[in-house]
């Protein structure tokens, strides 16, 4: 017998809901109303990470006094776009009462801006500020913006600028100063985080300019670490925060016993992880008896980024600065290497010429002796552990050091010495494969310390790997088990030494070895030289004698 029951109808679908944020969301490519389509120009991190504020001006999401733009949770957006509206950048902190608005009630308006590890190109960051300019400060301000002519002005509170880890450079850095001396009648940003993007020199005199002119409260801390930023912009802004009169700032309450315990607030500046001759800087401050704090440990005699242990007068510290990627040994080989091509090129020359060459620039022809810096990718420091039998081996090159036949020491053949490179993500990873027992720390311990002390092994940005002399595993079975772990870092290594090649003026001074065949192409294409491990140590090991110097020249 048939079932005789009819088929249920199905269910007429839902229409989708509209967006409830103020703001109409973007359509696909509408870059001005904050949609970027394709190319990725704005995909997310991780779904579901967050990276919390610490410590002045932090806030949590979940929080019921934080709420996000439009009172949208902070979420990132799927889709195959990979664009997210520019309404979720922004966090408003402060809710004012059931039934008003922050503009009848006449006070300061607090947000947050977290844009960071979007991968945000100057173009990118432009629009944003654009956007932010014409619908999202009259939003938050509950119509027009203040004019500068108002008798009592609201000023809106950036506690956290949050633009790290995204591709921003000079461009975004001068009209992001553009946008705020502009606006500095109604703006007020307390911490600016800039750091890991591609920041230079020109970046940094962009923010001086900001400090010499902004009418706005100070910032409190300002962080540059991670850049491209060499000594010129360094000695720029350092120059402009010591000669300014707004730092230290002066406590709210200076009869209250706080004020008096932890006395005004300098400017918390991070510089550390650039291009940088630090002890240069720190002697140019010295000179001038500019009151700064500089420490290089986390148990930093109680400093913090709210107020300074040591001195109520200091204007501003300056924490791990002196790790940077530019090693001492750097501005050594650089003069060795200027006055070795002087030399070169004047021995060639009439004495008539001789006057002539010494009043103008050294001819780049010269063909004159460098010095060479080997950086090395984890997979070739692991080797350099283990394969005793190898001539780059550490410990054959301390055996040939303590012989004197490893990297001069002599005035005289300085300009041939050879160095062995290690950047900080290369210690980083180190660091992590002694945590999970894959390298041996003590023999680590051993060959570093020996190889920095002596001044052939270099350690660019140490305190990232400072864990690894302290952890004890086993020894490393097969480097093929960090080959996914090096890869995202090669690139990292291989702007390091461009940036060597560079302040050299020399494309022979620097060479890149590594395993990975993508990362020595990768470093062919920047016009880096590269070379795989094996064959660095193929061509070494014709010194069957293990007698003859190992110097550049050779090399």
């Known amino acids: 017998m048939e079932n005789s029951t009819p088929a249920k ?3 007429p679908q839902k229409p989708k809901k509209t967006p409830t944020s103020p703001f109409t969301p973007p359509r696909d490519g509408d870059a001005s109303r904050g949609g970027f389509r394709g190319r990725g120009s704005m995909t997310s991190p991780k779904r579901g990470s967050y990276r919390g504020g610490r410590g002045r001006g932090g806030s949590n999401p979940s929080s ?12 990132y957006s799927g889709g195959s776009s990979g664009r997210i509206p520019f309404e979720l950048f922004v966090e408003v902190l402060t809710k004012p009462p059931k039934g008003q608005t922050h503009q009848n009630q006449g006070q300061n308006i607090h947000i947050n801006i977290q844009a960071s590890n979007r991968r945000l190109s100057d173009t990118d960051f432009s629009v944003f500020l654009a956007w932010f300019e014409k619908n999202a400060l009259p939003q938050l301000f509950g119509g027009e913006i203040p004019s500068s002519n108002a008798a009592k002005r609201r000023r809106l509170i950036i506690r956290q600028f949050q633009i790290q880890d995204n591709n921003l450079g000079d461009q975004a850095m001068n009209d992001l100063v553009e946008f705020l001396l502009s606006l500095d009648h109604a703006i007020t940003v307390r911490t600016l985080k800039c750091w890991n993007n591609k920041i230079s020199d020109a970046g940094c005199i962009s923010l001086a300019r900001l400090i010499t002119r902004s009418k706005a409260p100070p910032l409190l801390e300002i962080h540059l670490s991670h850049n491209k930023i060499t000594s010129k912009g360094a000695v720029e802004l350092l120059k402009v925060v010591a000669e300014s009169n707004a730092w230290p700032i002066p406590p709210k309450n200076p009869e209250s016993k706080a004020a008096h315990q932890l006395g005004p607030i300098p400017l918390w500046l991070r510089l550390e992880h650039n291009f940088i001759f630090a002890q240069e800087c720190l ?5 001038q008896k500019v009151p700064f704090c500089a420490f290089n440990t ?19 510290h300056l924490a791990f600065f002196e790790f940077q990627y530019f090693h001492s040994s750097l501005a050594a080989a650089k003069e060795a290497t200027m006055t070795s091509k002087l030399e070169m090129r004047l021995s060639s020359l009439s004495l008539a010429e001789q006057s002539e060459e010494i009043s103008g620039e050294v001819s780049n022809q010269t063909i004159s002796p460098v010095p060479l810096f080997i950086f090395m990718d984890t997979n070739a420091v692991v080797r350099c552990v283990n ?10 090159v301390k055996a040939r050091f303590q012989s004197g036949l490893f990297s001069a020491n002599d005035q005289k053949n300085a300009v041939e010495r050879v160095f062995l490179v290690l950047t900080d993500t290369v210690l980083g990873e180190l ?24 001044g052939y092994i270099l350690m660019l940005g140490a305190h990232e790997g400072e864990k690894l002399v302290k952890e004890f595993g086993k020894q490393v079975s097969s480097s093929d088990d960090i080959d996914e772990l090096t890869r995202a870092n090669d690139r990292m290594i291989i702007d390091v030494a461009l940036m060597y090649a560079a302040e050299l003026a020399d494309e022979r001074a620097v060479v890149f070895v590594s395993e990975d065949k993508y990362a020595r192409m990768t470093s062919r294409t920047q016009h880096l030289r590269a070379v795989h491990f094996d064959k ?20």
């Open 64 to 75: 019921p006094s934080s709420r996000h733009f439009g009172g949208s949770p902070y979420k």
């Open 283 to 287: 002697d140019i401050l010295r000179k």
């Open 298 to 316: 986390k148990a930093a005699g109680g400093c913090n980024n709210s107020h300074c242990a040591k001195s109520h007068d200091t204007k501003f």
């Open 536 to 555: 660095l140590t193929e061509f070494l090991t014709q010194d069957e004698t293990n007698t003859q110097p190992c110097r550049s020249t050779l090399v």
């Open 431 to 454: 660091d992590s494969l002694s945590k999970r027992g894959k390298v041996n720390s003590r023999i680590m311990e051993e060959f570093f310390s020996a190889g920095e002390k002596a």
């Open 387 to 396: 394969e005793k039998d190898k001539p780059l081996s550490f410990g054959n």
């Open 9 to 11: 109808a199905p269910k």
